[in-house]
């Protein structure tokens, strides 16, 4: 390719956006003139990249699509803009995206809970193979509604939504291998099964769902959101679909972030539910009904926002105007 020709076709484009950069204010056709540009010209840099690599010219339109970025992103209304655009749009459209795997993730769990707990009260001889019988009457008596009223409410709701938070960047982190995923999810339900069923053959059954439900649905929800796209990135790669296997992983590892910043919300929502309704004087029904509320209100949140942004063509990825390899690959 003759890099000086091809330097003369496109330089006045490549001023062009030299001065809408500089520009200290854009109207939305210049907004949108901006955007078209980048594209164009990362697609110019990629192009003297390969055909007629360039140190000048190279260094010269990177700085150029940098500047241009971080225009694009003022130009976009600015930090409070890019968080309300997350909120209202990127987080909830790679829930609904995502939404069979995670659904799939929660299904699965579910049964494999409710099938272990049957076992285990089927089979009253193992509980005595884990705790003695003393340990029972402590956890039945004492531990298990004492645990949500030992500490203040607002030091238990860091510390639950810490714990959380820690088991969901596992899930997500662990994803690209697999099977951690799964080892993660098994403990966690185990857990569950095994008090769940002890509480229930010692006629505390009431208790434990009182108690579990409210903040249980929102907390164990996000878990099972985090399993399952953790699950997804770890088939990112193992099938790639009409992607190279970098690109399918690069972006659902990108995915996997914007859902990872998300649940940290999520979780918050459900801490604070089980420091401060879980333990507090308020009836059962009037527990649980404020753990469906919140249940309730994350589903509609992925199935009516999250629908509506995903098939304005969000998918929980980076936007494209902040990416140079994806603005590349649709170019």
């Known amino acids: 390719m003759d890099l000086d020709a091809y330097v003369l076709a496109h330089h006045a484009e490549w001023e062009r956006l030299e001065a809408l950069t500089k520009k200290r204010r854009l109207d939305g056709h210049e907004s949108d003139e901006l955007v078209e540009r980048y594209q164009r010209v990362a697609t110019h840099l990629s192009v003297i990249r390969t055909a007629a690599p360039d140190a000048t010219a190279i260094t010269y339109l990177s700085l150029l699509l940098s500047r241009a970025r971080n225009r694009a992103g003022r130009a976009r209304g600015g930090t409070w803009q890019g968080v309300l655009s997350f909120v209202l749009e990127r987080f909830p459209a790679a829930l609904y995206r995502l939404r069979w795997w995670w659904l799939g993730t929660m299904a699965g769990n579910v049964v494999a809970t409710a099938v272990m707990m049957w076992w285990l009260l089927d089979h009253p001889n193992v509980e005595q193979t884990m705790l003695s019988p003393r340990q029972v009457d402590q956890l039945v008596n004492h531990d298990f509604s004492g645990y949500y009223g030992q500490y203040a409410a607002s030091h238990f709701a860091a510390e639950v939504w810490t714990n959380n938070v820690w088991v969901t ?102 801490g604070c539910i089980e420091a401060f309704v879980t333990p507090s004087p308020l009836s059962t029904w009037a527990r649980i009904a404020i753990g469906v509320l919140a249940e309730a209100t994350f589903l509609s949140y992925v199935f009516v926002l999250g629908r509506q942004a995903f098939h304005r063509g969000h998918t929980g990825d980076i936007d494209p105007t902040l990416l140079d390899d994806r603005v590349l690959a649709q170019a």
């Open 169 to 270: 960047v596992l899930c997500l982190a662990l994803g690209v291998l697999g099977l951690p995923v799964l080892y993660l999810m098994f403990q966690n339900i185990a857990n569950l099964a095994v008090i769940g069923s002890i509480m229930t053959r010692h006629h505390h059954a009431a208790e434990f769902w009182g108690l579990i439900l409210p903040h249980g649905l929102l907390e164990l929800t996000a878990v099972f959101v985090a399993g399952g796209v953790g699950l997804r990135l770890f088939w990112s790669w193992v099938e790639p679909g009409d992607l190279t296997r970098a690109q399918s992983f690069a972006h659902e590892g990108r995915t996997a972030g914007t859902v990872a910043l998300g649940l940290v919300g999520v979780l918050a929502v459900s």
